[in-house]
């Protein structure tokens, strides 16, 4: 994959921030550069960050698959990520999936017909006294997720235009 001049100088913004035998360090900020501009991270896009960095092209397959944030397909405009680890799946957090998925109609991995949502269940997102939670967007935590917080979430993320 070839990239812009401007992805190019993003990498090597990041790539500067380690000794130059360590720029490897940098592939998760390429993998979030290449994902905040495109939306997901492709095979392609793995194996040319990989050849930038100097790296095998599977050790970036690595990254990407261990973090939930990076997506490798396109995902719906809201992502929204349900751990269902086990000590969220004591406090109902697979019961949660099942409500939002039953909502919007998809199966875990999800997108909705529209193309607004996708349903994600999750590793540990670090809050299990807090569960249900969900995290959306890769960004904003929700905690104590009710299935009326739950519904009154998708029917916000349904109307919205932002």
Known sequence: M?????TLALFARE????????KQSAVMACLAIVQHEQGYVSSEAEEGIAAYLGMAP???????TFYNMYNQAPVGRFKLNICTNLPCQLRDGEKALRHVC???GVEPYGTTADGRITVQPSECLGACA????????????LSFMS???MDELLAMLKASDA
């Open 2 to 6: 070839t990239f812009s001049e401007a």
């Open 102 to 104: 039953s909502r919007l």
């Open 58 to 64: 599977i050790a970036v397959h690595e990254v990407t």
């Open 147 to 149: 299935t009326e917080r």
């Open 130 to 141: 807090d569960a249900p939670v969900m995290l959306v967007n890769d960004r904003e935590m």
């Open 15 to 22: 790539v500067a921030k380690y000794p130059s035998d360590q």
